[in-house]
């Protein structure tokens, strides 16, 4: 069965590849999961605002594999970053995923509550004392912000989980995760959808024999960038798999590359902080 490359962050190895669930709830979810890991995945992220982590856990708990074999992931909201309360998420995550550990927990969003960083990234790091998690990191974090996380944090801090793809330049952070140690994992790493049919793409996928999905993938994996895709069908879980076989060329990389642009990011909520500015 195919691995996934390994990609160092802090002191974690991560599965260059894993499934996201988001929006992947009930009998779906724990289907989407259980196909993955048949597949050969062993890189799942959930969360707990994504509502599924119990039928995560049940996936998991049915699929035969020891939980050693599995890097598990999940998320505290950023309404829960107080060190009492982001401790409290971090149990009812485990009690949800019937779980003892996480290998990976990270904060979801910088907090918009005035809890000061320092005293979450401190409660982090006692979820991880305590053995709730193997590893520590957060998502969302701009390059100032993960300075500023890093410098406060005892543990090293494996992972910065942001949006990626070829539309969103993301040249600064990249640059900063890379120069602390910090693995960068791409969510949304396929776009908003439409980017699997943007014509370079599509003239790619079309000249190699493989699909918009799996190109755009391997432009992250040989930038040493997690990528975590969420698909419903089994065909494309499989599909997005399916991309350690092959390797793009510095000219296709730095085409892909180009695609990128000023409305490119699709994540942007209310409560997002102020973003790097793109390079390109």
């Known amino acids: 069965m195919t691995q996934a490359p390994l990609v160092t962050g802090g002191d974690a190895r991560i599965p260059a590849i894993g499934l996201g669930t988001w929006q992947l709830a009930g009998e779906e979810g724990k289907r989407a999961v259980r196909d993955a890991l048949e597949i050969g995945y062993r890189h799942i992220d959930t969360a707990a605002m994504y509502g599924n982590e119990a039928e995560v856990g049940r996936a998991i708990a049915g699929s035969g594999l020891k939980r050693d074999e599995i890097f598990l992931t999940t998320k505290v909201w950023h ?5 009492a309360a982001l401790l409290d998420s971090a149990r009812r ?13 990270l904060i979801h969003w910088p907090t918009t509550t ?21 590893h520590i990191g957060v998502s969302n974090f701009p390059s100032a912000m993960l300075a500023e ?16 793809h070829p539309r969103l330049d993301q040249t600064t952070l990249l640059a900063a995760c890379r120069a602390r140690g910090v693995a960068f994992t791409s969510y949304s790493p396929l776009g908003r959808g439409d980017l699997v049919a943007d014509p370079t793409v599509a003239a790619m996928a079309a000249s190699r024999g493989r699909s918009p999905s799996q190109i755009i993938l391997r432009w992250h994996v040989q930038q040493g960038v997690v990528a975590i895709p969420r698909s419903r069908s089994r065909a494309h879980i499989a599909a997005n798999f399916d991309v350690f076989d092959f390797e793009l060329g510095a000219d296709e990389m730095a085409r892909l590359s180009a695609l990128a642009r000023a409305d490119g990011r699709s994540v942007n909520p209310g409560w997002a902080p102020v973003w790097d500015k793109p390079a390109r």
Do not use: F, M, W
């Open 79 to 83: 309404t829960d970053l107080a060190p």
């Open 93 to 105: 995550s485990l009690d949800k995923l019937k779980l003892d550990h996480v290998d990976l927990l």
């Open 114 to 134: 005035g809890v000061a960083l320092a005293d979450s990234i401190g409660a982090l790091n006692e979820a991880r004392a305590q053995g709730l998690a193997r």
């Open 149 to 164: 996380a890093t410098s406060l944090s005892a543990a090293p801090l494996a992972a910065n989980q942001c949006e990626y």
